[in-house]
């Protein structure tokens, strides 16, 4: 009785698919010309795959990263089981519809992991399985149960470089509890998947301790190969190249025929086994791969009895079971109007049912009860929930010099050695730069995380180190490669841990900052879901002076800004990084809140002294201070973000006699600052009242005459925009070219960052006098 069910679960969904689509592109008004999509021929070639996992195999606590191209069947899905609208459903990529890809921010259906980015879905499932290893390895873990993490795979997305990455740092932690399902359609975009592909995915896959299960043939298939004359036709089948088995698959029955008895001639028993069968049942055979045949796949999966990583490699027809199935320009291709319809009366669907949920069952109230009793939705949504950790005061480092990746390290370091809610919540990783990055006394105290202890070999040598690398299951540090792709979607599957198994994690992350750009569309993937977590760049800027212009950061500060759900901030002193941290514990927690970045620098400053007060720390979160206001007649503001801040104020000391009422003002974090100032500017072109935002404060009583000069070891367009705010004179400074080695000094004197170039640029806001001493 379950295959009679899944088999009209995968019919159904294959319409309301396919005519959710049909309605977006063909019947739905359009406001222009522009061709909707939604990937037809991707649906149908998952539709078998994703009935049998879905309906079959699946439990409540396993999660899935759906195929972007297969979205429709998803919504479909939900649709089914009464979890989504119809409304939603016809307005499927339209505004406020149904997402082109599955959201969990966007979409209404209970989404586990985003998708769209292709291969980023695929590889966030090995992350989240070390998250749940993670989780499930503490005190306060254990009692989560294990499940799957599935990603249902296109094989073009096979082609993306993260994938490999990924499957590395899966052998390195012991991966297991992931499978990953790969609709080998063996069509892409542009074309034909090349010959061969699945014996590289093979090898590739069981070099990494991977399971492999080749899913070529459907029951049907099967049964055939068992009649006298199968083994030819099975033979002949593995024989045929997959752009020869697609165009058979769209010209249909009457060709395959003729195909086969062209390339086998009169073999007496396989030719009685073609000619028993009519041409619609030889292309119902032969269109009968393992990946279109739902009792085939629900048979494969419920074989699986233990928790290695498992790579199902299914064979498919894309566009299976439609008019344009086979047709290699069928990727973003659709139906014509006259093909619906012809394919409308061939599925049975009546006019005025086809976004009936039960149109063509014969019995909806048994289909009923049996949806009642699938496991993986018994338990409803699966999204949950923890209790926010308390943020406890944090306390800056007293050094009377120190750089903010030092003081980032102390001030981790004095959560190590607390015994509090949050800092038994961290997980600490980084891409082989741990010690570089400062997080060495963290890990010193918290260890490394393993699900198998391994001690500290140079330790267990009494061989002096300042690392003690020892990996415990009780550690909090994950260790990664060389790889911030990994490193992002890491803190993606951490930063989704309340979500997706009920445990709150505060992830740390920290990376060179030029190497941010490496990790771009990963951060972006991790945000666009609404994960959790702090990102620290460092070192950043021409600051790493030595290391030459790959390592010096221009544009990040632009990414911190730029980038939704991400809010970025670049301290100078110890004391506002202790402010921020604390404050960022409490956001990384809020309903309303986001994710962090924090630009950090080796460059040790001379720190300005204890300042304190809610007024002073409501100011750095803000986004910026006056570190020294200006007086009544200023006609100059030196503006700065970061490291750059004793350029700054010598500056200003260098042309203060000429100008006393100069301004420098602190610039912790231009995202904020600007965010407030935009929400504000929206707010009133809509009508409502809005009060200052911070920076509309700070430069309000500027006179109008008075110029703004911007400094910053970064892009010059992080904080040009402040000429806006009031109408003022911007003169930006900053770096706009890859550097070289040299000292900072070096450096600062090749961008004009230096004291002197800062004052020699102010001075030409007054032509014909020099404010320079």
């Not at 233990?306 to 498919?316: G, I, M, N, S």
């Not at 109007?337 to 149109?359: L, N």
């Not at 750095?620 to 006609?635: A, F, H, K, Q, S």
Request: proline residues 5%; hydrophobic residues 40%.
């Amino acid at each position: 009785m379950q295959d009679v069910n899944l088999k009209t679960i995968e019919q159904r969904l294959l319409w309301l698919s396919h005519w959710m689509i049909h309605n977006a592109n063909h019947l739905r008004a359009k406001q222009d010309g522009i061709k909707i999509g939604g990937h037809q021929a991707s649906s149908a070639s998952m539709v078998s795959i994703m009935t049998a996992l879905y309906f079959s195999a699946l439990r409540p606590e396993d999660r899935v990263a759906v195929k972007p191209h297969a979205s429709p069947v998803f919504h479909a899905m939900q649709y089914l089981m009464g979890q989504i609208s119809r409304e939603k459903l016809q307005a499927f990529r339209g505004f406020g519809g149904a997402q082109s890809y599955p959201s969990r921010t966007k979409d209404v259906d209970d989404v586990d992991f985003s998708t769209g980015s292709v291969g980023l879905g695929v590889a966030i499932t090995s992350f989240a399985s070390i998250i749940q290893d993670y989780v499930t390895s503490k005190s306060w873990g254990a009692d989560r149960p294990l499940g799957r993490m599935v990603a249902l795979v296109g094989d073009a997305e096979l082609d993306e470089g993260n994938v490999y990455e990924c499957l590395q740092e899966g052998w390195k932690n012991d991966l297991r509890n992931v499978w990953w399902v790969v609709d080998y359609n063996r069509q892409s975009l542009d074309g034909i998947v090349h010959e061969g592909l699945f014996q590289r995915i093979e090898k590739t896959f069981d070099a990494f301790g991977w399971d492999v299960v080749k899913v070529k043939y459907g029951k049907l298939q099967r049964a055939a190969f068992e009649e006298p004359g199968g083994i030819a036709l099975r033979d002949w089948i593995d024989r045929c190249s997959n752009s020869e088995y697609a165009a058979l698959t769209f010209m249909g029955g009457s060709v395959w025929r003729q195909q086969l008895m062209n390339d086998l001639g009169d073999q007496g028993d396989l030719t009685a086994l073609i000619e028993r069968r009519s041409d619609d049942e030889l292309a119902d055979l032969m269109e009968n791969l393992g990946g279109n045949c739902v009792q085939t796949m629900a048979e494969v999966f419920d074989a699986i009895d233990h928790d290695r990583p498992v790579c199902f490699l299914a064979y498919t027809i894309k566009g299976w079971g439609t008019p344009i199935a086979g047709h290699k320009d069928n990727h973003g291709g659709l139906m014509t109007t006259a093909q619906m319809d012809t394919w409308q009366d061939h599925m049975g669907v009546e006019k005025g049912e086809e976004w009936d949920p039960f149109a063509t069952v014969p019995d909806p109230q048994a289909l009923r009860r049996y949806l009642d009793d699938v496991p993986f939705f018994a338990q409803g949504r699966r999204r949950y929930q923890d209790a926010t950790l308390p943020v406890p005061a944090l306390a800056a480092p007293q050094d009377r010099e120190i750089s903010t990746q030092m003081a980032f390290g102390k001030i981790l370091d004095g959560l190590a050695k607390a015994q509090t809610a949050l800092s038994d919540r961290i997980v600490t990783t980084s891409p082989d730069v741990t010690g570089t990055t400062s997080l060495g006394p963290w890990v010193n105290r918290r260890k490394l995380f393993g699900r198998n202890p391994r001690p500290d070999v140079f330790k267990s040598h009494k061989i002096p180190s300042t690392a003690k690398w020892e990996f415990s299951p009780d550690g909090q540090h994950i260790e990664l490669g060389i790889a911030e792709m990994n490193l992002c979607l890491l803190l993606a599957a951490g930063g989704l841990s309340t979500s997706l198994f009920g445990r709150r994690l505060i992830p740390i992350g920290t990376v060179y900052d030029p190497f941010v750009s490496r990790a771009l569309d990963a951060l972006n993937y991790a945000c666009y879901q609404d994960a959790r977590f702090m990102l620290v760049g460092t070192p950043s800027g021409v600051t790493l002076a030595p290391e030459g212009g790959a390592h010096q950061s221009i544009g990040t500060p632009l990414v911190g800004m730029s980038q939704p759900g991400l809010t970025a901030f670049e301290p100078a002193f110890a004391d506002e990084l202790a402010i921020i941290m604390e404050w960022a514990f409490g956001y990384l927690q809020a309903d309303d809140g986001g994710s962090v970045y924090l630009r950090l620098s080796t460059n040790p400053l001379e720190q300005i002294g204890p300042r304190g007060g809610d007024s002073f720390a409501a100011d750095v979160i803000e986004g910026g201070y006056w570190l020294r206001e200006p007086g009544p007649n200023c006609d100059v503001v030196i503006a700065y973000q970061g490291v750059v801040a004793p350029e700054a104020i010598a500056a200003a000391g260098m042309i203060g006699n000429g100008r006393r009422d100069i301004g420098v003002l602190a610039v912790t974090s231009a995202d904020r600052l600007h965010a407030g100032w935009s929400a504000a500017q929206k707010s009133r072109a809509g009508g409502r009242h809005m009060a200052p935002s911070q920076i509309e404060r700070l430069l309000g009583n500027l006179p109008g005459h008075c110029s703004i000069l911007t400094v910053i070891d970064g892009h010059p367009a992080t904080l040009s925009w402040l000429g806006g705010v009031g109408g003022h004179r911007v003169m930006p400074c900053g770096v706009e070219e890859f550097g070289q080695t040299g000292t900072i000094g070096d450096l600062y004197h090749q961008f004009g960052l230096d004291a002197h170039a800062i004052a020699a640029r102010v001075a030409t806001l007054t032509p014909g006098r020099n404010l320079c001493t």
